[in-house]
């Protein structure tokens, strides 16, 4: 097979595989979103924490 026949027979796959995919709904797309934005923002929170704690123990001991 040519690397033209196997370009045009890969493309043919992709585009078979491609109708496949099924994408979600406006509000699964709007609820996954949030939940990152929210994770996020916990996980930041939790992270200055440690360091605010951290930093206050250092001070402590030098």
């Known amino acids: 097979m040519s690397r033209i026949g196997g370009a ?13 995919v099924v ?16 994770m996020v923002i916990l996980i930041a929170l939790f992270l200055y924490g440690v360091d605010s704690l951290l930093s206050w123990l250092v001070q402590k001991v030098i």
């Not at 045009?8 to 496949?20: G, L, P, S, T």
């Not at 509000?27 to 996954?32: G, L, M, N, R, V």
């Open 8 to 20: 045009q027979k890969f493309m043919r796959e992709v585009q078979v595989e491609a109708k496949k």
């Open 23 to 38: 994408w979600p709904e406006r509000k699964e797309t709007t609820q996954a979103t949030l939940m990152v934005f929210v």
